[in-house]
């Protein structure tokens, strides 16, 4: 599976908007991407996930540009409670749902 | 109601015991997975059972034995255990569609002494 590349923390503020970029340059044409929360002691935990141009839910959006070699995982107006580890994932489809986590961006929310 | 649940939550032992972890979905999922997550972070996965077969077997020493008595259930024994086993396990599931995405469970954390 293609590997994906992605900061390994950032910081922000409550209120405001935090974006998390992830390249991956070798996507597969039935590549679908997903974006998992793993709060510290807890199971990741499934955010978004979409396979081209933009998908919006209740907790974020994922920006998909036409190429597909990279992905914008938005969250808006972060609270404390959003202080956790994001992991940008590709592939998971098939019968085997196979996915490769990275080391994930470890985002820090600050009051 | 737990849609992945896992017991025990923490498993203290001694190096060279067996031990296993149990892993329930209520979920109705066909698919079943075991992946470690070590000090580091980094989550690995470890095997995949669809209906009670098993799909994925990455390299983890024989000492690690899934067992998937029906395709709710998917428990992970572990022989002679070494200090480098002490990690979180997690067990999640998914469904069949190319879209569905898995669900994980709380984990398990295996401290070997």
């Known amino acids: 599976l293609a590997k994906t590349t992605q900061p390994i923390s950032m910081d922000s503020y409550e209120g405001q908007e935090v974006n998390i970029t992830c390249s991956h340059n070798?996507?597969?044409?039935?590549?679908?991407i997903t974006w998992y929360q793993q709060f510290p002691s807890q199971g990741p935990r499934f955010i978004i996930q979409g396979y081209k141009t933009k998908v919006t839910n209740e907790v974020a959006s994922l920006f998909i540009p036409a190429d597909r070699k990279s992905s914008t995982l938005s969250l808006p107006r972060v609270s404390l409670s959003d202080t956790a580890v994001y992991y940008c994932?590709?592939?998971?489809?098939?019968?085997?749902?196979?996915?490769?986590f990275g080391q994930g961006t470890t985002l820090q929310v600050k009051p | 109601d737990t849609a992945v649940s896992q017991t025990p939550k923490y498993l203290v032992t001694q190096m060279g015991n067996d031990k296993s972890i149990k892993c329930e979905q209520n979920?109705?999922?066909?698919?079943m997975y075991w992946y470690k997550q070590d000090s580091k972070k980094f989550l690995k996965i470890m095997f995949s059972?669809?209906?009670?077969?098993?799909?994925i077997n990455e390299t983890v020493p024989n000492r690690f034995s899934p067992k998937s008595p029906d395709k709710a259930h998917l428990n992970l024994h572990i022989n002679s255990l070494e200090l480098g086993d002490s990690a979180v396990y997690f067990c999640a599931s998914r469904g069949l569609a190319v879209t569905d995405t898995q669900y994980f469970g709380p984990g398990t954390r295996l401290t070997v002494l």
């Open positions: 070798n996507i597969a044409t039935n590549d679908y």
């Open positions: 059972y669809n209906n009670k077969e098993l799909i």
């Open positions: 979920l109705g999922h066909d698919t």
């Open positions: 994932l590709l592939g998971g489809s098939g019968n085997t749902g196979k996915l490769i």
